[in-house]
């Protein structure tokens, strides 16, 4: 197990518990093999369901990522239950303090995609999507909040840290994802008010909108997530293993003074994103007539320029 870019972990979460959910597969998985190759204590939680979220759970895809930690000398334990529960999630920090003691960290990963057009989208794969990205790091969120609200209360504030999983889709829209799409921008809306409720408990909230080769991407994308051909030294530029690193430091204390941020992560780039930040803006003092409302926008987004690229999934 490898953590830093010369092999060897740093003991960066040295001492550190950390939550990592839909572990089983992917990026949380790889998340969770690199905050263990840092020192820390991890529970790996997974549904172990399709990808589509059908299927009966199964606790396989946990527990082997819980051997693979082991067998690399680390320190973990599996949690196989629904994140999108109260009780789940509930469960979900109860075995972080019941096994080790502490809580220090949450990511919360865990998601599957119903993909459609709007005029095709199902009631059933609107609430599905939104149910397991949205209320699922809602859920995680509270529960967590609550442990480290009363740690605070005891006088034990905490050096805690949550990291979010948004996606280009949520900044920058993807067709034929319109839930999927809703549900990571709700993400991004949801980490801004934990950032802000939080920090009085010691809590840091940030969020990244990763691109890798995961079980979501490979095959809609197939091409541009392929692996690389044989060569030695080619760079496997969506390894889903090139976003850990960011992950793991902006769950570590040495990320302190970084909160309510979102970070775009795919290969070896890290971009700081801005927002929805005001653009061009003109006001005449009064109320418009709607032709004149209409002029005015025209020439604003003139001023503004030409608009963002649609994004796929990430």
Known sequence: MTASSDGHGTGLCAGRVVIVTGAGRGLGRAHALAFAAEGAKVVVNDLGVGLDGAGGSSPGPARQVVD????????????????????????????????????????????????????????????????????????????????????????????????????????????????????????????????????????????????????????TFAETMAPPGEGAGAFDA????????????????????????VFEAEAGRITVMDGWRPGPSVDRGARWAPAEAGEATRKLLAEAGVGRPVYGVR
């Open 68 to 219: 693979e930690i082991e067998a690399a000398g680390g320190e973990a334990v599996a949690h196989g239950g629904d994140i999108a529960t109260g009780a789940g999630a509930a469960s979900l920090i109860g075995v972080a303090l019941d096994t080790y003691g502490r809580l220090d960290t949450l990511v919360n990963n865990a998601g599957f995609l119903r993909d459609r057009m709007l005029v095709n989208l199902d009631e059933d794969d609107w609430d599905a999507v939104m149910r397991v990205h949205l209320k699922g790091h809602f859920l995680t969120l509270k529960h967590a909040a609550a442990h480290w609200r009363a740690e605070t209360g005891a006088g034990r504030t905490p050096v805690a840290r949550v990291i979010n999983t948004s996606s280009g889709a949520g900044l920058l829209g993807s067709v034929g994802q319109g839930n999927y799409s809703a549900a990571k921008a709700g993400i991004v809306g949801l980490t801004l008010v934990a950032a802000a409720e939080m920090g009085r408990y010691g809590v840091q909230v940030n969020a990244i909108a990763p691109a890798a080769r995961t079980r979501m991407t490979e095959r």
């Open 238 to 261: 969506m390894a889903p293993e090139n976003v850990s690193p960011l992950v793991v430091w902006l769950g570590s204390a040495a990320s302190d003074g970084v909160t309510g941020r």
